[in-house]
């Protein structure tokens, strides 16, 4: 009997588009749904029975999620993937164990054939080998937080090809062995720290899709993005000012900054230099306490360049 907790998920970097690698960063996670499926199309009508006639097997897709903790180490690969290297900037913060890496929304394509870094990804489900994803390219990616929670870290992944492959051997990162969590969390608006805010989540669109061409397979051919990366925020806030209220009535842009930090200086940093309020409302809806699940828009910044710019300090500049 396979059991998921016995299973685990690594990922490496590719070179290029097509060029599988062995996956070498091993992520514990809460789950994984990268599942192979494949359309179907239908060549008969007229078929002289009541029953249904047979159909013909089409294109084969393969998307999921990789859900889990913010990791100070692991969440790089994530982060890396989703936002691309086109913009990651490098700084050594203590020669030989910290660095601190920025990255915003890769302003350029990584090829012709992919958006953002592909990506293989060894997925063992406790069943004697593992499965290989290759050319992996991350559709999204979502950060969120609330009480009683880690930064919670959903990827969402178009692949191209799927085979199984022998089982590797997993080695996770040890130091530190917790991820970021709820009570290192900072929210800040408008240069203000916050102490209304209950639950935050930051979702970037990449707004990717797997585009098939007829080359005698059925297999995508390339990713292609059918539109402009989308930043969103979300979240609840306590319903204690008319503050938030009045900026979205007048929709005031602001500055929205959320820090998280662990021992030894690991942090990140999400920093939204325009948000405007999209929905702000503070229904009663009985007799507890009234909160407004807000949700707003990231806006390009002319001064950064950038809707968004994530800032990780970690022991790992290899992404």
Do not use: C
Request: glycine share 8%; hydrophobic share 40%; net charge neutral.
């Amino acid at each position: 009997m396979a059991y998921g907790f016995q299973g685990f998920v690594a990922l490496g970097k590719q070179s290029a588009w097509g060029t599988p690698t062995a996956p070498g960063a091993f992520y514990e996670l809460l789950s994984e749904s990268l599942v192979q499926t494949r359309d179907r199309f239908d060549v008969r009508n007229l078929v002289g029975r009541v029953t249904e006639p047979d159909d013909v097997a089409g294109l084969v897709r393969i998307e999921g999620e990789l859900v889990g903790p913010a990791h100070p180490v692991s969440v790089g690969h994530f982060i890396n993937a989703a936002m691309g290297q086109g913009s990651k900037a490098i700084t050594v913060v203590l020669s030989g164990f910290l660095w601190r890496l920025d990255w915003m929304p890769s302003p350029s394509d990584f090829s012709s054939l992919a958006p953002l870094p592909p990506y293989t990804l060894e997925v063992f489900r406790d069943v004697t080998s593992s499965h290989r994803y290759a050319d992996a390219v991350a559709t999204r990616i979502q950060f969120a937080v609330q009480p009683n929670q880690d930064l919670r870290t959903t990827l969402g992944l178009i692949a191209k090809t799927t085979s199984v492959i022998a089982r590797s051997s997993p080695t996770f990162p040890g130091s530190p062995t917790d991820p970021f969590t709820f009570d290192t969390a900072s929210i800040s608006i408008a240069g203000a720290a916050s102490e209304l805010v209950e639950g935050w989540t930051l979702t970037v669109d990449n707004q990717l899709e797997g585009v098939p061409v007829l080359n005698s397979s059925t297999e995508i051919h390339r990713v292609r993005r059918r539109g402009p990366v989308q930043v969103r925020l979300a979240g609840t806030i306590g319903f204690e000012t008319l503050t938030e209220y009045k900026n979205f009535i007048d929709q005031t842009e602001q500055a929205i900054i959320a820090r998280f930090f662990r021992a030894q200086s690991f942090q990140v940093i999400f920093d939204l230099p325009r948000v405007v309020w999209s929905e702000f409302p503070p229904a009663a809806g009985g007799r507890e306490r009234i909160t407004a699940a807000f949700t707003g828009i990231a806006r390009h910044h002319v001064g950064s360049g950038t809707p968004l710019q994530i800032r990780l300090t970690t022991t790992d500049s290899s992404y």
